[in-house]
């Protein structure tokens, strides 16, 4: 196929960064603190991460909180986790606001407290307007989950096979209007998904990182970028250099 070779070239930054914030316990742990004590810190860090995203220019910004197999940890942990995203949210919600970020979520809303879930509700209806930096929020989320969901919307629709179709299977997702991420950073060394995106990061370039999530600061999160700068996407075709 000619014409993957005109496949026009990336911008150097991308547009879409997603982050499997992951290294959090560990990081606790090596220092002799509760695990807990880790999550905070890295709630610490995302406000970092969010105010580089914006210098860098990167448009959208998908953060993995929490996953729908985190569940699975103990309930005192869970607990905790519930707590702080209520947390940020009292406390950072006006900053991020007069900042021009959208606050978005993917994932399922229906698990969570009401509490919590008005408080979500609450800062995305806030910060609609906002166009600065477009941060989704995965929180209860999983991709196998999310693509179930859109098969039982489909089907409750009554839309029929011969409609199903890559372009309409993206509009029945979570993450419906938001174009797929070009970047998908995973901190703390794991080399896999945990069902993060599945269907969005296929065609995501992806850069994984032994820094526990606490201490992915601006100057790594820098040379992430500088790495994805380097990438050649080739979407399955072949790039100009590589056709005599
Ligand atoms: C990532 O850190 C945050 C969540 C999954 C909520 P972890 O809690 O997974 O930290 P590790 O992987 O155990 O170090
Ligand atoms: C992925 O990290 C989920 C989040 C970062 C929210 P996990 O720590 O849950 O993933 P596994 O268990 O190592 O695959
Ligand atoms: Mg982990």
Redesign the pocket.
């Known amino acids: 196929m000619m014409g993957n070779i005109k496949h026009p070239q990336p911008e150097k930054i991308p547009q879409h960064v997603a982050i ?4 959090n ?1 560990r990081w606790a742990l090596s220092r002799g603190k509760p695990r807990l004590a880790g999550h905070r810190a890295g709630t610490e860090n995302l406000r970092r991460i969010i105010q580089a995203s914006v210098e860098f220019g990167v448009k959208y910004l998908t953060i ?4 729908t ?2 569940w699975g940890r103990p309930p005192a942990e869970i607990k905790g986790l519930m707590h702080i995203f209520e947390n940020v949210i009292d406390k950072e919600l006006n900053e991020l606001h007069k900042e021009g970020v959208q606050l978005r979520h993917i994932g399922r809303l229906e698990k969570l407290s009401p509490k919590l879930r008005k408080k979500v509700l609450g800062a995305i209806e806030l910060t609609k307007e906002n166009n600065k930096l477009i941060l989704n929020i ?1 929180f209860n ?1 999983g991709g196998r989950d999310e693509i179930v969901y859109a098969i039982q919307k489909m089907i409750t629709e009554g839309v029929s096979p011969e409609e199903v179709n890559i372009e309409m299977m993206s509009q029945y997702l979570f993450t419906a209007g938001t174009p797929d991420p070009d970047l998908v950073i995973r901190t ?1 060394g ?1 080399l ?1 998904t ?3 995106l599945i269907w969005q990061s296929a065609y995501a370039e992806w850069y994984i990182t032994p820094t526990f ?1 606490p201490d992915f600061d601006k100057e790594e999160y820098g040379k992430a970028l500088k790495t994805y700068a380097t990438r050649d996407r080739r979407f399955g075709g072949v790039s100009e250099e590589h056709y005599e």
């Open positions: 499997i914030m992951d290294g316990g993995y909180a929490f996953s197999e985190n995965a989320y703390s794991e896999r945990s069902n993060f999530w």
